[in-house]
């Protein structure tokens, strides 16, 4: 049996005067290990690695991060164009890993993408579910329970994979809870500040886990409850990483966010399309009747470590640490929905489910939790089986079902190579020989798509800095099939710093509603007066095109464009660092005519 800790054994924290009495969280008697709790983990984690295993692929907005894995490897810095300083990964970690990776292994970068993703996903359920049955170590006997729900939702095999960010969120979010439930034990510096550090990675892993980073270190905070010194120390480990990270954004790209939280407009809301996305996850795969079972199963959680007694699991430590991951998640949840939700299918709700799924993923034995993990195992049978139709939908108003696209578009059932989307999407085959064909011209040569999403040619400016331009509507298949000294113009401005600083105009899926016309692309590159059949077939008009030419050069429009273009000297960084809060927030209408009015008056 583990005998309490004494309170010679439990060293405090700079600027903590010792104390006689041992701190309630060092105290603690945990229950022993037993054979089935190693079970619980194993099992559910190696299923779920089949699963996803049998899922693998890469989608085309995974492959949006290949380029400037790239471009880094190449050797002109973390940017998706050469002489553009434009950050159109999300999640930044995940772009550094992913280079590395490739450096170290020289292998094609989707395909280890999808490798990492599969591993990094496992380990991060497998650290859930150890951290949940070390929580409820005391009790003689766990069930399985909101585990049920990671075995029954295939957006969650899907999402293990996808070239995406996904399985390094899942990761840091199991590797957090189960520091967080160490945290219960006592008042190791070293781990403690370790523990600050992970938490404070979050808004590296992805911008809208910062909540999730909040919530972790306000309940470290009130387990350990330091001095001052202490609080300082915790607070400096968490936010060193990110903070001198988002210095550098700010100076290297002039903006205090990525690109996509701009293109898709991360501040703004829509709670109707938002709670449409919500039903669109929870209504196929028959999560509503789990709801109150799990809301149930977390209540008890509470209500049982609210009246154990103090001497065998502190109040104060059990409860803050068990609400942590519900606080989290529900706040997630709620950003998600404010904002309208994602144009993929169940993504971005994810990560807040498997928040909230944290403590009760295997909870304690009792009656009433017997009733609550049987009733679980019925709707599990339910949801697998034949009774559930397949939710298998192209694309709904709100979400589009991208792996069943993919895969169907592709013909692969498992795409995970960067050669089977070049060689295979059906958008890119005429593109393929168009894009050959402009790279072999002596003069440079703009690509632009027709109303009709046909590919043409027109001649471009004389002084163009680029050989090639090609417009990416599909963005990671393009980047990936251009050379990477050519420019790819995103037409929704995940990777276009002009495109993301569109207004907004509700009309089309989430992050897909900043469309970057015709008149705006011939304004930056075509030749001076382009033939007037390609202005036809681009949907635009010489005036248009005068107008946008004019407001590119006017007032906030031209200083943006300077910002990401002109050379990053010391001075360039600090008009950076120094506007970004600015830069960040400005918007031009989409419309030429418009644009010119406003920003050249």
């Known amino acids: 049996m583990r005998t309490p800790a004494t309170p010679e054994a439990v060293p405090s924290l700079p600027g903590q005067r010792a104390s006689s009495a041992a701190p309630p969280a060092a105290v603690e008697r945990l229950g022993p290990v037993h054979w089935w709790h190693a079970a619980l983990v194993a099992v559910p984690t190696a299923v779920l690695l089949v699963l996803g295993y049998r ?350 696209s993919d895969v169907e578009g592709l013909g692969d059932h498992n795409p995970v190579r960067t050669a089977t989307w070049v060689d295979n999407w059906p958008a890119l085959p005429e593109g393929r020989g168009m894009l050959a064909r402009a790279v072999a011209a002596p003069r440079p040569t703009l690509l632009y798509f027709d109303a009709g999403r046909r590919l043409h040619a027109t001649p471009m400016r004389a002084d163009s800095p680029y050989h090639v331009v090609i417009v990416g509507r599909h963005l990671g298949v393009t980047g990936a099939a251009a050379p990477l000294d050519a420019y790819v113009n995103d037409a929704w401005g995940l990777a276009s710093p002009v495109g993301a600083h569109l207004a907004l105009e509700r009309w089309s899926w989430p992050g897909h509603e900043k469309f970057l016309r015709n008149h705006w692309v011939f304004a930056e590159w075509a030749a001076e007066r382009p033939p007037r059949g390609d202005l036809l077939r681009a949907g635009t008009s010489r005036e248009a095109v005068e107008a946008a030419r004019a407001a590119l050069d006017c007032g906030e429009l031209a200083e943006l464009k300077e910002s990401v273009r002109a050379p990053l000297t010391a001075r360039r960084f600090w008009d950076n660092l120094t506007g970004a809060f600015e830069r960040t927030g400005f918007r031009f209408a989409r419309w030429p005519a418009a644009a010119e009015r406003a920003l050249c008056d």
């Open 55 to 404: 899922r693998r692929w890469i989608c085309d907005d995974g492959l949006i991060y290949l380029r400037p894995v790239r471009q880094i490897l190449a050797g002109n810095g973390p940017v998706f164009n050469v002489g553009e300083r434009a950050e159109s990964s999300t999640g930044t970690l995940w772009q550094w890993l992913l280079a590395l990776g490739t450096w170290l292994t020289g292998e094609d970068p989707a395909f280890l993408a999808v490798g990492l993703g599969l591993l990094l996903s496992t380990a991060g359920f497998g650290l859930a579910l150890y951290a949940t049955c070390r929580l409820h170590r005391s009790a003689r006997l766990l069930l399985p329970a909101g585990v049920f729900v990671l075995l029954a939702v295939p957006p969650f095999w899907s999402y293990m994979t996808s070239g995406l960010e996904s399985g390094l969120g899942t990761c840091w979010t199991g590797l957090s809870w189960w520091l967080l439930t160490c945290t219960r034990r006592g008042r190791r510096t070293r781990a403690t500040y370790t523990a600050a550090f992970v938490f404070g990675l979050g808004p590296l892993v992805r911008p809208d886990l910062a909540v999730v980073t909040v919530c972790f270190l306000a309940a470290q905070w009130w387990v350990l409850r330091p001095p001052r010194r202490g609080v300082a120390a915790m607070l400096a480990s968490a936010v060193a990483l990110p903070l001198a990270y988002e210095v550098f954004r700010a100076g290297y790209y002039g903006v205090l966010v990525p690109l996509p939280a701009i293109a898709k407009e991360a501040s703004a809301s829509d709670w109707g399309r938002g709670a449409g996305y919500l039903q669109e996850t929870f209504g196929p795969y028959w999560l509503w009747p789990v709801v109150p079972v799990l809301g149930a199963l977390a209540a008890a959680l509470v209500r049982r470590t609210r009246t154990r007694r103090r001497a065998r699991n502190p109040e104060r430590a059990s409860l803050a640490v068990l609400l942590a991951p519900l606080a989290a998640g529900l706040l997630l949840a709620g950003y998600v929905v404010r904002v309208g939700g994602d144009y993929m299918h169940a993504r971005m709700i994810l990560p807040a489910l498997l928040l909230l799924l944290l403590p009760v993923l295997v909870v304690p034995a009792t009656r009433f939790t017997g009733v609550a993990s049987a009733l679980l195992v019925v709707w599990l049978c339910a949801a697998v089986s034949p009774l559930r139709e397949p939710f298998d939908v192209r694309s709904t108003p709100t979400t589009f079902n991208v792996r069943s």
